[in-house]
């Protein structure tokens, strides 16, 4: 079973300033990791997602983020952000090979960007 | 391609109503997912898919039931809608095997009066 915290539930932050998101996780298996971002009023749409190799992944939008096995962390990073950056974010983990392809997501970030 | 999509986008239901979902993907995903997203609780996986004709229970499963009669199908259907059923519903699905992420629809807005 895979569990994934998100420690901040709200991050308010001025325009062009950097930003990181955290993300922790647990699992007692190899994991694939995502950030996924959701707009109001729609769908969650990927971000960006480490599978394996370079534990510094590179996403849409300016985005990246760095897998850390040891501290189990995925933290989400952007240098400078926009007020079109204001969304909900989403880390998620999903177990390889195991559990039907199912993910488990934290609770959401709400990123606020303000001019 | 549409990719992921749902039908209908909103509902207003009274306590007791039935209705079902519709969810379709035209990009031959063999798994797929029902969820449901409240204020501060994240996504909640209700029922899944593994390919046509097979569904099983995800965490919140009580109340809803599903079926998967075509591989680009998976229908979410509430027989006696409840109040603590009024939620926002998306539909997800994903390749068995590459590209593990799942692709989301844009969600139907649900409230049960």
């Known amino acids: 079973a895979q569990s994934v915290t998100q420690l901040d539930s709200q991050v308010p932050v001025f325009e062009e300033a950097p930003v990181e998101l955290r993300c922790n996780y647990s699992?007692?298996?190899?994991?694939?990791l995502f950030w996924y971002v959701q707009y109001p009023n729609q769908g969650l749409q990927l971000l960006l997602k480490y599978l394996s190799g370079s534990t510094l992944v590179k996403g849409i939008n300016g985005f990246e983020a760095e897998f850390n096995k040891s501290q189990t962390s995925f933290h989400l990073r952007k240098p400078s952000v926009h007020i079109s950056d204001t969304a909900e974010y989403f880390c998620?983990?999903?177990?390889?090979?195991?559990?039907?392809?199912?993910?488990?997501f934290g609770d959401g970030t709400t990123l606020t960007v303000k001019p | 391609n549409a990719g992921v999509t749902q039908t209908p986008k909103f509902r207003v239901l009274k306590t007791g109503q039935s209705m079902t979902l519709l969810c379709a993907q035209d990009?031959?995903?063999?798994?797929m997912y029902w969820y449901r997203q409240d204020p501060g609780m994240g996504l909640r996986l209700i029922h899944y898919s593994v390919g046509e004709g097979t569904t099983a229970k995800g965490e919140v499963p009580d109340g809803y039931n599903v079926s998967r009669l075509k591989k680009q199908n998976f229908l979410l259907g509430l027989e006696s809608a409840a109040p603590s059923q009024t939620s926002v519903y998306f539909c997800?699905?994903?390749?068995?095997?590459?590209?593990?992420?799942?692709?989301f629809g844009p969600g139907t807005r649900l409230t049960v009066l």
């Open positions: 990009m031959n995903h063999e798994y």
């Open positions: 997800a699905s994903s390749y068995q095997t590459s590209s593990p992420e799942q692709f």
């Open positions: 699992s007692s298996v190899s994991v694939y």
């Open positions: 998620a983990v999903r177990g390889i090979n195991t559990n039907a392809g199912k993910s488990t």
